[in-house]
């Protein structure tokens, strides 16, 4: 069974500085995705980083890079020069398969509270 | 609209209740999730529909009832719920082709159930 471990519930970093969160995962399967999500105080779930396991390079999109270590399993975000805006819930998940043509089932860590301070 | 919508945005019931929450994509997908989010614990993946077809049923009690008419509806109906079921529940929707093919997720009902 896929397993997820997000052992900070909370953090905080100042404004300016970066942060890394840590996720952990545990799978089976050779072939997995994996995802990182922010939510929000108003709920929604805002996709931020894909990293496939056969990628060979660390995703990186704007502010948000993904530290991705196969053999420790484990894949921290990492959020570049914070802003207020980035406080919120950090979600680490993973999907069985890389490469799918069908749906999807992620399985979702615990999550980390972000509080970025002035 | 764009993006994935949900409605209602909060909701209270009494356990004899019938209600039903609707999720709507406006993003040309053609899966579709269900989630559950309790304080305190990892979302809850509840229902997956791919191309309408219901492919996954994660052990829900039957007083969650899902349906999708099509792919860019979805709707779960609520029946005779406990207070535990009192959650945040998301609908999310994604592409079936592609490497990553992320969910995208509507911004939830809050429901509480008295």
């Known amino acids: 069974a896929q397993k997820i471990t997000q052992t900070q519930p909370g953090m905080f970093v100042q404004e300016k500085e970066a942060v890394t969160l840590d996720c952990t995962y545990d799978?089976?399967?050779?072939?997995?995705?994996l995802f990182w999500y922010k939510q929000p105080s108003s709920g929604e779930m805002i996709f931020l980083i894909y990293?496939?396991?056969?990628?060979?390079q660390n995703a990186t999109e704007g502010r948000y890079s993904l530290n991705f270590q196969k053999a420790r399993k484990s894949a921290n975000l990492v959020i570049s020069a914070s802003q207020l805006g980035d406080s919120a819930m950090y979600f680490c998940?993973?999907?069985?398969?890389?490469?799918?043509?069908?749906?999807?089932?992620?399985?979702f860590g615990t999550g980390t509270r972000l509080q970025v301070t002035l | 609209e764009t993006g994935v919508t949900q409605t209602p945005r909060h909701l209270v019931m009494g356990m004899t209740n019938k209600k039903s929450l609707k999720c709507e994509q406006h993003?040309?997908?053609?899966?579709m999730y269900w989630y559950k989010q309790s304080a305190k614990k990892p979302l809850e993946l509840m229902f997956v529909?791919?191309?309408?077809?219901?492919?996954e049923n994660n052990s829900v009690p039957s007083r969650f009832s899902p349906e999708c008419p099509n792919s860019s509806h979805l709707f779960l109906h609520l029946h005779t719920l406990q207070p535990e079921d009192s959650a945040l529940y998301l609908c999310?929707?994604?592409?079936?082709?592609?490497?990553?093919?992320?969910?995208?997720f509507g911004p939830g009902t809050r429901l509480t159930v008295l």
């Open positions: 999310a929707s994604s592409h079936l082709a592609g490497n990553n093919n992320e969910q995208f």
């Open positions: 529909y791919n191309f309408k077809e219901q492919t």
């Open positions: 799978t089976s399967d050779p072939s997995y995705g």
């Open positions: 993003l040309g997908h053609n899966a």
């Open positions: 998940a993973m999907r069985e398969a890389e490469y799918t043509g069908t749906a999807s089932k992620l399985t």
């Open positions: 990293q496939g396991s056969y990628d060979q």
